[in-house]
């Protein structure tokens, strides 16, 4: 092990806690929805009416080409036979500008809204999501979106025009033994003279065969995480081999070493020790795309849903008459009108640019993530053997090659790619009790002194005098509430108290545990669960009523949807109090520690003695470099 991997292996859990609290936004100088949402207010005025956008006469010139492009051009089922994007995909999505779609129009991009450049993700993930996060991962958390945050007029100059040309990049933080856990990251940029010399090993690098400009996480001794443009040609970057998954098969991802990279001093994003930070804000916004292509998975489960089931026919009656495959078929068509609803939502809220979106954009890539993998579990289920079968298999035979199983593989990733499901769980969750700990996290604070705990006292006692009485009646209660919402008033008087009740939860918790909260990890997923069922009924009642005169049906969606979430909301709160959390610990702790090793006997487990997290050495590179250059176009 080198002295790097030592340093970085001793963390303690609370130096990763103070990583972490450091990097994240710790001011809220606009409003926020979300926020206010888990505070018990729930702040209508803040998403009705949504915000509009400017003239899009641009935008929709492009999505028209982009889909005939699309509909012509690409062969998403030779992309997921071939495990490889063809390079004339790269030529023909570069002169429409798809690679510069989020870039600027005075560095050669289209200057999408976050609305439009959603919209174009959900339909090119309908072709082939691989292409789709190609895509996604070069301009939502590769280098344009740092550069466009955070880069000087310098280097938005010396890389944009590149990128919005079609050159790839790629955001390179995880390292083999570094996850969400960047406290222990490993790769070191050592300042030499005019500028930095780069050691490590980058692992799950989306595009990283193909990216001619990367943004790499390094550690700056003294100074700490740092965020780099850094050549991808450049001498000493080996692209050591290239990952394969269950899903995504044309997805370009490596792993990458560095071996005494020099990296000019100008290639600096926003300062240094800013690094963590960078990538935080980044995917503030850069979430929004995962969901983007969560969309174009339902809106495509829904059509094979409603052509199967209308056509097969079992017991003499065309299946999706049976309520048990008629459930299935509901549930798909809420939720994706959901999911497409909150999406919009978000979009349009990052483009005003009035309101904070950190809290909004976490939730839909939480909620959108979680639910999309479900409507791809139910529509396998709607289709029985024909949706576990292949498209080459079931074309093979003659059938339409309704390509059920891959939506499912291609899906998963999204409930790991750029937060976890339960990384997701927790950075809401900071957010939501930010208030409390704002007032109270002194009391609670083993380092604080009597005195500090004192005062903190006297300001928590002071919040809290205002703020509970606050929680105790709202417009919920009044049976006209929302009455312009009309059938959806209802559902919005239900969301108004059920965010009170949220925090009043909140609040009892953290009477209750103090500082051991944070270790209440099922509580908190509970109560930010519920908080995506509320902001997606909010969404859904907003576009059902802005939508109402030119698309009645959507109210007919709304309803189903807010009926559903309803049920879901309720199981939770009964949860939050009535669970099985602390048994569940205890029983891990006895699997882990062997105590249930009897479970494991009487299968046959394949030979490898492997380590779980291969230790990487510092040093050149000992196997051949894989990357991919895409070569010009031949005319």
Not at 415 to 424: L, V, Y
Not at 473 to 497: I, T
């Amino acid at each position: 092990m080198t002295a790097t991997q030592r340093s970085t292996a001793d963390v303690s859990e609370k130096q990763a806690r103070q990583t972490a609290e450091a990097a994240r936004e710790s001011e809220w100088r606009k409003p926020s929805f979300g926020k206010e949402l888990f505070l018990g207010r729930f702040r209508l005025d803040l998403i009705d009416p949504p915000p509009e956008l400017d003239s899009t006469a641009e935008a929709d010139e492009f999505l028209a080409k982009l889909d005939a492009y699309l509909r012509t051009e690409v062969d998403g089922e030779q992309i997921e036979r071939d495990a490889r994007i063809p390079d004339e995909v790269f030529h023909g999505l570069a002169k429409l500008g798809a690679f510069g779609m989020k870039i600027d129009k005075q560095y050669g991009g289209l200057g999408l809204s976050n609305l439009h450049y959603c919209k174009a993700l959900t339909m090119i993930g309908s072709v082939n999501a691989a292409t789709a996060a190609l895509l996604s991962a070069h301009q939502s958390i590769g280098v344009p979106q740092p550069l466009k945050l955070f880069g000087t007029e310098a280097q938005k100059k010396a890389f944009l025009p590149r990128l919005a040309g079609g050159e790839v990049s790629a955001f390179l933080l995880t390292e083999p033994d570094v996850g969400s856990d960047p406290a222990r990251l490993g790769t070191v940029a050592e300042p030499v003279e005019g500028g930095f010399r780069l050691n490590g090993v980058k692992l799950w690098a989306t595009n990283g065969t193909l990216a001619t400009l990367l943004v790499v996480m390094a550690r700056v001794p003294e100074k700490g995480i740092t965020a780099f443009v850094v050549e991808g040609d450049s001498e000493g970057i080996t692209v050591e081999r290239r990952n394969a998954f269950l899903g995504l098969r044309g997805l370009e991802n490596s792993v990458t070493r560095f071996h005494d990279v020099f990296v000019p001093e100008g290639n600096v994003i926003g300062g240094l020790g800013k690094g963590l930070r960078i990538a935080l804000t980044t995917l503030n916004t850069g979430r929004l795309s995962l969901p983007a292509m969560c969309v174009g998975a339902g809106k495509r489960s829904l059509a094979i849903a409603r052509e199967w089931a209308g056509e097969r026919v079992q017991w003499g009656r065309p299946v999706g008459e049976h309520e048990a495959v008629a459930k299935k078929i509901a549930f798909i068509a809420a939720t994706t009108y959901a999911m497409e609803s909150t999406l919009d939502l978000c979009c349009l809220i990052a483009d005003d640019h009035r309101n904070d979106i950190r809290i909004e954009a976490a939730l839909i890539k939480l909620f959108a993530s979680e639910m999309a993998c479900r409507i791809a579990d139910e529509l396998i289920q709607i289709r029985g053997g024909r949706g576990y079968e292949t498209a080459d298999s079931l074309r093979a035979r003659g059938e339409r090659p309704a390509e059920a199983e891959q939506i499912l593989r291609d899906l998963r990733i999204n409930r790991i790619f750029e937060g976890s499901t339960e990384i997701m769980h927790l950075l809401i969750a900071r957010e939501a009790v930010d208030a409390h700990l704002s007032v109270a996290g002194d009391i609670i604070d083993p380092e604080v002194g009597l005195g500090g705990k004192a005062r903190a006292g006297a300001r928590a006692g002071a919040f809290y005098a205002r703020w509970l009485p606050t929680l105790a009646v709202g417009r919920g209660q009044n049976p006209s509430g929302y009455g312009d919402f009309g059938p959806l008033a209802a559902h919005l008087r239900y969301v108004e108290r059920a965010s009170r009740k949220v925090a009043r939860s909140t609040f009892y918790a953290m009477s209750r545990w103090q500082g051991r909260l944070e270790r209440k990890q099922g509580f908190l997923g509970r109560i930010v669960d519920i908080g995506a069922e509320l902001f997606a009924m909010s969404a859904v009642c907003v576009r059902a009523h802005a939508e109402r005169a030119h698309r009645p049906e959507g109210l007919q969606l709304a309803d189903l949807f807010c009926r559903q979430a309803r049920l879901r909301a309720e199981a939770l709160f009964a949860a939050l109090w009535d669970n099985t959390d602390a048994l569940d610990v205890k029983a891990a702790r006895r699997v882990l520690g062997g105590g249930y090793a009897f479970l494991e006997e009487g299968v046959i487990a394949p030979p490898d003695d492997a380590a779980w997290v291969a230790a990487w050495q510092p040093g050149a590179a000992t196997v051949d470099d894989v990357r991919r250059r895409i070569p010009p176009p031949t005319t």
